[in-house]
């Protein structure tokens, strides 16, 4: 499958600091790729050099089978920023229009495409019509949802979106997670940066995690939890786990190592221990189980595996 987006060896500093360090990745055509690590990682001067916003000091960088600095090639690629940047005053079509404008698309097509967006984002309705709103009166997921439509209005061949579920409610990330998937399928490549490891195990076809500039394993999301994998044990408690029930996760003679919230756990196993054993003691404990499931690791434990929880910032999560 061809490359849509490739990295070679690809280096950035500033001022003696290291932002990327020889970085290299193949991002295939029609897939979701996720570029995950967190907050700091380099993910979006990463995204940047792609964009030939900046330069890498070492490396090349090609984009849909071309140097970024060829002619209408930047044009091919939707971007939605970290970095929120709306002209709050306008009028949330005559925002939109100018954003297509900026990018050819014609008036007339550019109209015609916002109406279509806005109705598949819920913006309008028999009540109220958000587009003839200005941008400040819209809620931040509202905000959110314009700006993503305005990366989406000269439909792109390649769309980058950096940390697109921060901040958004469960209703707003799963219309953006619902339009992420609609993209792949219509053949478009979807590139998207988070420190947010269960978004990217819903939506990714293939990752790349960094961590401090460096690149610390990429490949197929499914290859990459089955090379990870240990005997993992996917734990649902009924009620909240007891003292008696922590004991038994505790036990380092059973369990290597547990990842557990409230009334969910992921554990692996000891070495020589056996999952029959984990059950027996649990129920022994007293555990109300709801699911307990051999399972390849999680994308978020994978990281905590390989680069360590030195590597997570507030915001992290499962």
């Known amino acids: 499958m061809p490359a849509t ?44 050099m792609a964009l030939n916003i900046i330069a890498p000091d070492e490396g090349t960088i090609r984009v849909l089978g071309q140097p970024t600095s060829a002619p209408g090639v930047i044009d091919r690629i939707g971007y939605l920023p970290e970095e929120r940047g709306l002209y709050k005053k306008m009028q949330v079509r005559r925002v939109l229009r100018f954003l297509a404008e900026l990018k050819g698309v014609p008036a007339r097509v550019a109209d015609r495409r916002i109406d279509e967006w806005l109705e598949r984002f819920g913006l309008t309705s028999d009540d109220r019509d958000w587009g003839d709103a200005k941008v400040d009166e819209l809620s931040r997921g509202m905000q959110q949802k314009v700006q993503f439509i305005g990366t989406l209005l000269h439909e792109p061949d390649l769309v980058i979106l950096d940390e697109p579920f921060s901040g958004l409610d469960p209703i707003n990330a799963d219309a953006l997670k619902q339009t992420v998937l609609d993209l792949r399928a219509s053949g478009r490549t979807v590139i998207f940066s988070t420190h947010l490891m269960d978004s990217a195990q819903q939506l990714c076809d293939a990752v790349c995690i960094i961590a401090r500039g460096r690149k610390v394993l990429d490949g197929d999301v499914t290859s990459v939890r089955m090379t990870h994998g240990g005997r993992v044990v996917a734990l649902g ?26 009334r969910v756990a992921e554990v692996e196993l000891a070495r020589d221990a056996d999952a029959l054993d984990l059950l027996r003691r649990l129920l022994d404990a007293g555990a109300r189980l709801e699911r307990f499931e051999l399972v390849h690791p999680s994308l978020h434990q994978i990281f905590l595996d390989t680069v360590g929880a030195r590597g997570v910032e507030a915001g992290f999560t499962e």
């Open 237 to 262: 408690f009924g009620v909240v786990p007891s003292a008696e029930v922590l004991a038994v996760l505790r036990d380092r003679a059973l369990v290597a190592r547990a990842d557990h919230s409230n």
């Open 5 to 48: 987006l490739e990295l070679s060896h690809v280096t950035k500093r500033y001022a003696g600091h290291v932002a990327v360090s020889d970085l290299s990745l193949s991002v295939p055509a029609g897939t979701v790729y996720g570029l995950l690590g967190p907050n700091g990682a380099g993910k979006t001067t990463s995204i940047r």
